[in-house]
């Protein structure tokens, strides 16, 4: 008996961001019924959906964005074209790639509630704001350019095309920022997502679901906002996508945890770092300045600073479920060679001899990791691994004793109180001949603000001052 084309139709193909068919083990395998966005209810609101899935906008050809003829109004044909933060907006599967580029529609304003990205979708926008669950299908794509706010109650993003493996895989965007009505209200991501740029979660709880991953990108540092939480579950991975020598990965004035109440660490969690230029390796004496995505090679910052109100705590059902800090694994070559990083050329422009130091250079940075700890932070249950001897870096090593289940992994140049180092005046480069002595190196001040335009208010890192001897 022959099929027709709509009982053909798949139930992950059905399935969309606003309504994603939940009680289907085959489409949700990992739900534990404890996720809130399960509980979040919302007012009857609009659904737009692509009527043409292959014809994109944008281009020579383009349609027209704004002609109600290209859309379908809760199933029906449009009589309008308009978005909200009540309005869903679906791009439906193609055999054909195509792309909605709202980007160069003229007036258009992306403001939506639930968002669903098809296979061969490509959906093209900028300064975007969710007031919903955003789910992008294999192979489709959420190309957002400069800020994704993520706002409203309860939600979740998914993205089906990353891999928990490759850190640059699964991109949804360029900026992310968590902006949610609650410190309590939380997203939750569900895949392997990452972002082209920074991370601010500026309020609300992000959750990396369980063996997800979420990865912050170049140029950026990841900030987490006093009173706001990032969480991570059983086996999560919270990694920026490249090793970029002089920028900070992290900033916690809020609450890094592992776990949740309800849902507490059976398995490790991780937050993995880049490692700096900490040790002083030189570059430009033999090569030429070029550029900011390159100048940073010499800037000596930490890999992660921890606020004097924050706090990094793991929530646990049994000894192994502890958040673990370490290296990403990622070699800093990849961005500053070129790989994945805009600086490649620069190095192409380099003679034979200047292009092997700068390899050499990279090659003979220790990939250990160095964490300022304001006075006042707090821990109770982290692992730590890969960290330079005197590379906790404590403005009052006191607080050290107050920590709880503080332990110390294999690959560590030192344990316990070698570990550390106090923030104070700079010493001549002894420290890793003296570990507990001073740190040798100016401390980045974290609680200097500076506005950006059309963003509001943010911290700031300022850059390491260059040392200074006793």
Known sequence: MAISPVQAVSAYDQATAGNPDYENKELWPKLTGKEKFLTQKYEPGRVMEWAKPGEGIGGRDGLDAWDPQNWLLDGKPATEVRFDENTDIILPNSDTPYTLDFKRTEGWQPLYRHVTVGRNADLLHEGVRYFGNLWVKKGGVNNARHSNSFMGGHTFVRDDNGTYEDAHSGRI???????????????????????????????????????????????????????????????????????????????????????????????????????????????????????????????RVASMTVGPKAVIRSISANPEGLLHLRWSGIDAADWHLGAHGPAGDWFKSLNPEQAAHVKDQLASIPKKLTVIFKEGASIDGLVLNDFHAGGLLMEKPEDFAGWKRLMMGERNDATGEKLIARIGRATVNDNVKNPGGEYQLGVPEVFATEEVEGEGWAPHVFTAKAPVEA
């Open 173 to 299: 965007g360029q900026y992310f920022f968590l902006r949610k009505e609650s410190q309590e209200t939380t997203l939750e991501i569900l895949g392997n997502v990452s972002m082209l740029d920074r991370v601010p979660v500026d309020s609300g709880t992000l959750i990396i679901g369980a063996d997800c991953r979420f990865s912050p990108g170049r140029n950026a540092t990841m900030v987490i906002a006093e009173g706001a939480t990032v969480a991570l579950l059983d086996g999560a991975r919270l990694v920026k996508w490249v090793n970029q020598i002089g920028q900070l990965d992290l900033i916690i004035f809020g609450t890094l945890q592992g776990g949740l109440p309800d849902r507490p660490l059976t398995r490790p969690a991780f937050v993995e770092l880049g490692y700096q230029n900490t040790t002083g390796v030189t570059f430009y004496d033999k090569v030429p300045r070029a550029g900011e995505t390159v100048q940073g090679l010499e800037e």
